[in-house]
């Protein structure tokens, strides 16, 4: 059984800074990539940020320069450090981990996490 788990969620003025952390646990062999997607009310989840295992990030153009994903020394572990909150980023995040192996599986598959809220106040 593969477990994901957020942390580092909370309240935060505009312009201020948080880091989310995200642990993968298990029997866990490899991940392909790593995400963070992000949710508020009403509206569709989000792509934030990702990364591969090789270390190839993409991010979504609205946290472009501000945000930044990477992955811990142990490889089911990653960040997003947020910087120049705004508004606008408040939501609950959630990290993904996509293409999971576990020992002795030959397919991977996609879990998520509970999700943290991020509040940012104007």
């Known amino acids: 059984q593969v477990q994901v788990v957020e942390s580092g969620g909370g309240l935060v003025q505009a312009g201020g800074s948080l880091r989310l952390s995200c642990v993968a646990s298990?029997?866990?062999?490899?991940?392909?990539?790593m995400d963070w997607y992000r949710q508020v009310p009403g509206k569709q989840r989000e792509l934030v940020a990702s990364i591969t295992s090789g270390g190839r990030t993409n991010y979504a153009d609205s946290v472009k320069g501000r945000f930044t994903i990477s992955r811990g020394d142990a490889k089911n572990t990653v960040y997003l450090q947020m910087n120049s909150l705004k508004a606008e980023d408040t939501a609950v995040y959630y990290c993904a981990a996509e293409r999971v192996y576990t020992l002795g599986d030959l397919r991977g598959y996609d879990y998520w996490g509970q999700g943290t809220q991020v509040t940012v106040s104007s």
């Open positions: 298990g029997r866990i062999s490899s991940i392909s990539v």
